[in-house]
């Protein structure tokens, strides 16, 4: 997206490249921002047309972009090398890599454009792509998938909040929370990436899971006396400690439906923590959402 064109100064952004300074000018800082290189000369009549045309453009892109020109009489090499055949020749580098161009003078609404696509979205990494296939492998249950490809995300970058989440994820799963917590900690502590917090949340439900006979007794309190709140609510916490959230969200809902104030509405501020341990586009989440709205608004 483009930024404000009042952030930066239209002179920061717009210089007078050479031979000698290209690698800085053009090659190294496409890596960090597009540069857009503008092939001219004084003589060029269609030049002197696009080249303020270019100015405006790129000012009025507020820092997306940068503007390096070049007088092709006094600095032939990299020209000579980008085989530029005549002038106005206009080129796009992103990440040291000449990417799109243009040669004559064209409309400045085209040069809008061009501007616009060369600084649009950049391609995902290698890093970008493996999180998100593991992301697709837990969305379908698949452990051995995930891990593999949040493994592999991390040994290309080992800070990686997301792949950290999504293996610390893995692990709860599959029931090594130990694991998952030491995963979990690597992330910096004031981290707010959505898929972290989901997994400390889960974590922190987790943190204090009855043994199963004791859950069967909940269970059996529950039946008993269905109307006992305080018993529900032992129950629904008991449940999602041990990951069962889809059935910690349907205890907690009964006692909204019953009671919305019952003890300070601790069930509906229970449920939004559930929420967020399932993740907020998880089936849980969104389908927890939805009835607990139609409760509250009905």
Known sequence: MLGDASSVPAEALVIE???????????????????????????????????PM????????????????????????????????????????????PVDGFQGAIPESEIKKF????????????????????????????????????????????????ALAGLARVHIEGGDLDQARQIAAMAPADSREPELLSVRSALELAANAPPPSELDQMLARVREAPGDHDARFELANALAAQNRLDEAADQLLTIVESDLEWNDQAARKQLLKVFEAAGPMSETARNGRRRLSSLLFS
């Open 17 to 51: 490249g050479s031979d000698a300074t290209f690698m800085k000018d053009v090659v190294e800082a496409s890596k960090t921002q597009p540069v857009i290189v503008d092939f001219w000369a004084t003589w060029c009549g269609p030049c002197k047309t696009l080249g």
């Open 115 to 162: 501007i616009d696509r060369v600084s649009g979205p950049p391609e995902p990494s290698e890093v970008d792509r493996l999180v998100e296939l593991g992301t697709e492998s837990l969305a379908v249950s698949d452990w051995g998938g995930a891990a593999q490809a949040f493994a592999q995300a991390l040994q290309m970058e080992p800070q990686n909040v997301k």
């Open 54 to 97: 270019l100015e405006r453009q790129v000012a009025a892109a507020g820092g997306a972009v940068k503007l390096v020109k070049i007088d092709v009489d006094r600095n032939p090499a990299y020209a000579g090398q980008l085989r530029v055949q005549s002038i106005p020749t206009v080129y796009a580098f992103v990440n040291g890599q």
